[in-house]
């Protein structure tokens, strides 16, 4: 009778670390699936600047070698011309279908 308990201890802890193992590998898993998606996040985000880096270039053709500072001053500028608030707001917002 004794053995039969010792057995029964046993399986029980057994069971529990597989339990355990197996709680382990879906909290790894779950951090890989979240690793990938903030990766294609990024990605999506680093694809978004360039391209629209690439229209700026194309429409102004500025000189190069101005820093991040200078093409900010120059956005702001535009972006206070007349007319420029109305036509922003008529974009569409992020997420609406265009």
Known sequence: ???????????????????????RQLENR??????????????ARTRRL???????EGIFPLPPDLSGEEVKVFLI??????GA???AAG???SGDKP
């Open 91 to 93: 974009l569409p917002k």
């Open 77 to 82: 500028a535009l972006s206070r011309l007349p």
């Open 50 to 56: 360039i391209e629209r880096g690439a229209i700026l």
């Open 1 to 23: 009778m004794h053995q039969n308990s010792t057995t029964q201890t046993e399986q029980k802890k057994d069971e529990q670390k597989e339990i355990l193992k197996e709680i």
């Open 85 to 87: 608030a109305k036509l």
């Open 30 to 43: 779950q951090k890989i699936l979240e690793n990938k998606q903030r990766n294609e996040e990024r990605k």
